[in-house]
């Protein structure tokens, strides 16, 4: 689904306003209360839609990305656009030199196809730690995470306690269709990737995604080798408790 897909009927726009407002009220609240805050703009269109909201009421939120260092051109020209957009420098982070040559002198460049255990090892060099650095000396971290994009994502709160990050998490979007989300970017003319539009509803790192067909779930053009149970990059795992 991209803005040119998109029917804004009156009730879709009433939604999207009355979500809006609350996820505003919200943002501002973790403003307010949990501050320092960061939002973790990974450049997806919920992502953006966070990024509008929280640039335009002028929020002290720090907003910050992840450069795995396998990005697609298109996220980067994203990057550009927010720039330009919203003037708007985005704190980028890198993963650790070291590690990432150690891994692909031990596993290869694309050794992330091998397992699943290596494909989260990749992952864990080029988001998680990175991400632990992002987030240190913070007390409350946004993402645009929404209960419906994935198996792993049911049920997903607006609120929770990250126990490997020792902070709140909170996502705004929890409750946010695919419609919703759209619909916002194309009501307020938000910028998003170009990917979107050749049938990629979810982005991360170039060798890890693809496009999918129409009725394919929206997930399942990420990690597509794996089963859906598996397919999260381990920035969003919680902690099994006994």
Known sequence: MTPNMLNLTPELTASIAAKAEKAQALLAEIARDWSPAAFANSLGAEDMVLTDLIVKSGLPIEIFSLDTGRLPPETYDLMAKVQERYGLKLKVYFPNSAAVEYYVREHGINGFYESV????????????EPLQRALAGKKAWITGLRAQQAATRTGLPVREFNEGNGLE???PLADWSEKEVWAYIKQNRVPYNALHDKFYPSIGCAPCTRAVTPGEDIRSGRWWWESPE???CGLHIKKKTA
Request: proline share 0%; glycine share 0%.
């Open 117 to 128: 255990d290596l494909r989260k090892a990749c992952c864990f060099v080029r988001k998680v």
């Open 230 to 232: 598996s397919k999260e």
């Open 169 to 171: 998490k909170f996502n």
